[in-house]
């Protein structure tokens, strides 16, 4: 089974607009943590955003920032006023813990295209 | 602060060779994980080192297979080469506390052909 689901294979936006990017995921930790990467086509994958478990606030992070709603397990990214340069694949990532400690598991991404 | 380096960039091998990766993790950074990603699995967990110990592992043959030397500094080597495992391998430094807010610092990977 998947444990983080990415249903978006790829994404339009104008420039200027807010898009969301939708990720939920499943885990039975109690502790766990939630990112969103970014991948240009260079291949580097660029930490955006972290949420936190029990963080109770939504993270942001300059134009980024992450819907948790812990019940629906769904951390959605939203990015405001979009740029020509958002244009990127994003990556959702869960960071839980198992024998070996904690791992990073990541999603199937979605394709972001910004549209001037 | 110099960042996540891996070498080399691009590799054209033949099946049934193998092949070393490297990465040096970013100063200070006592983990490093591998992912493998390809366009239709995405990015694949294959392990973890910390502290020269392999802690966390994915479920990868074991033809896959890794180190890491007293500096941090970590090899991947794939042996017995196979056509799908064409792909691009990322390398991504951590301060290895183990906990879940660690956030990953990743290299700009080898891009791994396999003819």
């Known amino acids: 089974a998947q444990k983080i689901t990415q249903t978006q294979p790829g994404m339009f936006v104008q420039e200027k607009e807010a898009v969301t990017l939708d990720c939920t995921y499943d885990?039975?930790?109690?502790?766990?943590?939630l990112f969103w990467y970014k991948q240009p086509s260079s291949g580097e994958m660029i930490f955006l955003i972290y949420?936190?478990?029990?963080?109770?606030q939504n993270a942001t992070e300059g134009r980024y920032s992450l819907n948790f709603q812990k019940a629906r397990k769904s951390a959605n990214l939203v990015i405001s006023a979009s740029q020509l340069g958002d244009s990127a694949m994003y990556f959702c990532?869960?960071?839980?813990?198992?024998?070996?400690?904690?791992?990073?598991?990541f999603g199937a991404g979605t394709r972001l295209f910004v549209k001037a | 602060k110099a960042g996540v380096t891996q070498t080399p960039r691009y590799l054209i091998k033949t099946r049934g060779q193998q092949v070393t990766l490297s990465c040096s993790p970013i100063?200070?950074?006592?983990?490093v994980s591998w992912y493998q990603q390809t366009p239709g699995q995405g990015l694949q967990f294959l392990f973890e080192?910390?502290?020269?110990?392999?802690?966390n592992k994915g479920n990868f043959p074991g033809r896959f297979s890794g180190r890491q030397f007293s500096n941090s500094r970590s090899e991947m080597n794939v042996s017995t080469l196979e056509l799908g495992d064409s792909a691009l391998y990322l390398c991504?430094?951590?301060?290895?506390?183990?906990?879940?807010?660690?956030?990953?610092?990743f290299g700009s990977g080898t891009q791994l052909s396999v003819l």
């Open positions: 991504a430094s951590s301060t290895g506390g183990g906990l879940p807010d660690e956030k990953l610092f």
């Open positions: 885990t039975s930790d109690q502790s766990y943590g």
């Open positions: 949420q936190g478990s029990y963080d109770e």
């Open positions: 990532a869960m960071r839980e813990g198992g024998t070996g400690g904690f791992k990073t598991i």
């Open positions: 100063s200070g950074h006592r983990s």
């Open positions: 080192y910390f502290s020269e110990t392999q802690r």
